[in-house]
T-cell receptor, first 111, second 119 residues
Framework: GESVGLHLPTLSVQEGDNSIINCAYS??????FIWYKQESGKGPQFIID?????DKRQGQRVTVLLNKTVKHLSLQIAATQPGDSAVYFC??????????FGKGTTLSVSS | NAGVTQTPKFQVLKTGQSMTLQCAQD?????MSWYRQDPGMGLRLIHY???????DQGEVPNGYNVSRSTTEDFPLRLLSAAPSQTSVYFC??????????????????FGNGTRLTVT
């Protein structure tokens, strides 16, 4: 698999590799985090979420990890497929406030 | 369910013109919001509403007005368009997961966007 440092705007992987997309959030009071996927010409689409009382949550081929100590969030995609090519955004939310998005990472998957 | 519907899909305005971007959702969601998306800037919150009759400003509210007279509709108004407002605009909605007033909302459902060009 391939991992990237915080906030790199692009990530290129081979089909079948594992992908790790990182995100740093800004508000230590944020208690809800979401990852979105955006394909070209479409609105963002929900992938997975995690609350601040958890460190890890798994979905189908995706895992989100939360490290509150360093305010870091990551999205792991197992066995990356060409259909995973998109822009991925993390977002943070504090109860009673609106959702704030990060700048996004473009994932390119080559076969 | 149609989900979140935005109209128009594309719009070209001249500087100084006004227009309204329409957003409607049929999911009975309390929360609605408008974002703009610019290259390298991600999604930035313009205005949001936690229910009919209630609106609040986001990160970049200047130059935009909103109103929420019904649960279903949340139009975004540009009173005097400027080239800096050239962007892709997304409307999104969600529902309160732990009861109204708790501020804990479900993940946002997004529309497919309106691409606005101001010349």
């Amino acid at each position: 698999g391939e991992s990237v440092g915080l906030h790199l705007p692009t990530l290129s992987v081979q089909e079948g590799d594992n992908s790790i997309i990182n995100c740093a959030y800004s508000n230590s009071a944020s208690d809800y985090f979401i990852w979105y996927k955006q394909e070209s010409g479409k609105g963002p689409q929900f992938i997975i979420d995690i609350r601040s009382n958890m460190d890890k949550r798994q979905g189908q081929r995706v895992t989100v990890l939360l490290n509150k100590t360093v305010k870091h969030l990551s999205l792991q995609i197992a066995a990356t497929q060409p259909g995973d090519s998109a822009v991925y955004f993390c977002a943070e939310n504090q109860a009673g406030t609106a959702l704030i998005f990060g700048k996004g990472t473009t994932l390119s998957v080559s076969s | 369910n149609a989900g979140v519907t935005q109209t128009p899909k594309f719009q070209v305005l001249k500087t100084g013109q006004s227009m309204t971007l329409q957003c409607a959702q049929d999911m009975n969601h309390e929360y609605m919001s408008w974002y703009r998306q610019d290259p390298g800037m991600g999604l930035r919150l313009i205005h949001y509403s936690v229910g009919a009759g209630i609106t609040d400003q986001g990160e970049v509210p200047n130059g935009y007005n909103v109103s929420r007279s019904t649960t279903e509709d949340f139009p975004l108004r540009l009173l005097s368009a400027a080239p800096s407002q050239t962007s892709v605009y997304f409307c999104a909605s969600s529902y309160s997961m732990a009861g109204s007033g708790t501020g804990i909302f479900s993940p946002l459902h997004f529309g497919n966007g309106t691409r606005l060009t101001v010349t």
